[in-house]
């Protein structure tokens, strides 16, 4: 019993499709369309630091003053700033970059937030996890420091 073969047109039809896709992909690349890169202005930027505590709080410290933290997330709470903060963390680890360098959070005149690290070159976008994970970030632009 001999095969009927697949139908040449289909197979046409699914190279055209996979082909399509890597054109548009190599072309939004190219001209820089994929590149999520901001393109407004910084209205305000902020250099931070994050240290675990032995309690397990979380110490945030803005980069020019570290002696007296700006902000203390208690333990078992705030979980989005955590699962952020060590995700980073975790890439610097694994590329061997400094952990003493700050992070740099970043308000843009369009209204978006970025959290990014300078070692990996990786950038956090606030937006796309929701207005009240992102503003959990966005106090800590204007925190000043807990005496």
Not at 29 to 50: I, Q, Y
Not at 86 to 109: C, H, I, K, M, N
């Amino acid at each position: 019993m001999s095969k009927a073969p697949f139908p040449r047109p289909i197979l046409f039809a699914g190279g055209a499709v996979i082909l399509l896709s890597i054109v548009t992909a190599a072309v939004g690349r190219l001209t820089g369309a994929a590149n999520s890169t901001p393109t407004a202005p910084a209205v305000v930027s902020r250099e931070l630091l994050f240290r675990d505590r032995p309690n397990g709080a979380v110490a945030v410290y803005d980069a020019r003053n570290t002696k007296v933290p700006i902000e203390m997330i208690a333990p078992e709470t705030n979980g989005f700033l955590r699962a952020t903060v060590r995700g980073l963390a975790q890439q610097r680890l694994r590329q061997d970059a400094s952990v003493s360098v700050p992070f740099r959070l970043t308000e843009w005149a369009d209204g978006r937030l970025t959290l990014a690290d300078p070692t990996t070159g990786r950038t956090v976008e606030m937006e796309a996890f929701g207005i009240t994970n992102e503003s959990v970030f966005a106090q800590l632009l204007t925190a000043r420091a807990k005496s």
